[in-house]
């Protein structure tokens, strides 16, 4: 069965560096999701993709945070500089597309991010 | 505006006792409507999902959930939950004008008593 790939799974960084997170897709999935997960409350949308286009990012942190998904397969989280809040579990979810049939979303097994 | 409620934060489970988790939703049209379990430090795999039809969804691992429109309702059920089960359960509604993206509820930590 196909799944969604992320890597690394765990980071520790210190405040003010920089950290990428990887994720790749379910093959043919159009749509890829972002998700910041504090412990103990859902995940919280950072960025949607649909392709390599930005479907929607109202909610990313853009002094600090971006994403790109520069030929619509995989794609790329980036924190810079990290800060202590920026703790939390970083998800990654693909959809097959944006019509109903399609709508699941899948997860890949997550990045847990400790800034120090 | 849409929205998902769990009103359970936790529940505590006997081991070989039924379940049943909360749902319920704000949504102006039609939902589809989703369950996803996660354990300790992974993602989030489905469970199962509604879209239309029968209102009595099967999903993987014995769990079942049942739409009630009237009541903006899709609890989750299990007949008997075995340890395995401990987990925290996501139920997500499908907001087909906002770009398919799924309105998150807060989540119910289900615990299992031995």
């Known amino acids: 069965e196909a799944e969604v790939a992320q890597s690394p799974r765990y980071k520790i960084t210190e405040k003010s560096q920089a950290v990428a997170f990887w994720c790749d897709p379910i093959s043919g999935h159009a749509t890829l999701y972002w998700y910041r997960q504090i412990l103990g409350q859902g995940p919280e949308l950072l960025v949607q993709?649909?392709?390599?286009?930005?479907?929607?990012d109202s909610q990313l942190p853009k002094d600090r945070f971006s994403a790109e998904r520069l030929k619509g397969v995989d794609s790329t989280l980036k924190i810079q500089p990290a800060e202590l809040g920026d703790s939390a579990m970083y998800l990654c979810?693909?959809?097959?597309?944006?019509?109903?049939?399609?709508?699941?979303?899948?997860f890949g097994p997550g990045t847990r991010l400790t800034v120090t | 505006a849409q929205s998902v409620t769990q009103p359970d934060i936790h529940i505590t489970v006997s081991e070989g006792a039924s379940l049943e988790l909360r749902c319920n939703y704000s949504?102006?049209?039609?939902?589809?409507l989703f369950w996803y379990v996660q354990s300790p430090g992974q993602g989030l795999q489905l469970l199962l999902k509604y879209f239309s039809g029968d209102t009595l969804v099967q999903g993987i691992k014995g769990f079942e959930a049942e739409f009630k429109r009237s009541q903006s309702s899709f609890n989750l059920r299990k007949p008997s939950v075995h340890w395995s089960d401990a987990a925290e359960y996501f139920c997500?509604?499908?907001?087909?004008?906002?770009?398919?993206?799924?309105?998150w509820g807060a989540g119910t930590k289900l615990i299992i008593k031995p």
């Open positions: 993709f649909q392709d390599e286009s930005v479907v929607d």
């Open positions: 979810a693909s959809q097959r597309s944006g019509t109903a049939g399609g709508y699941e979303q899948y």
């Open positions: 949504y102006g049209a039609t939902p589809y």
């Open positions: 997500a509604v499908g907001a087909i004008d906002s770009n398919y993206q799924l309105i």
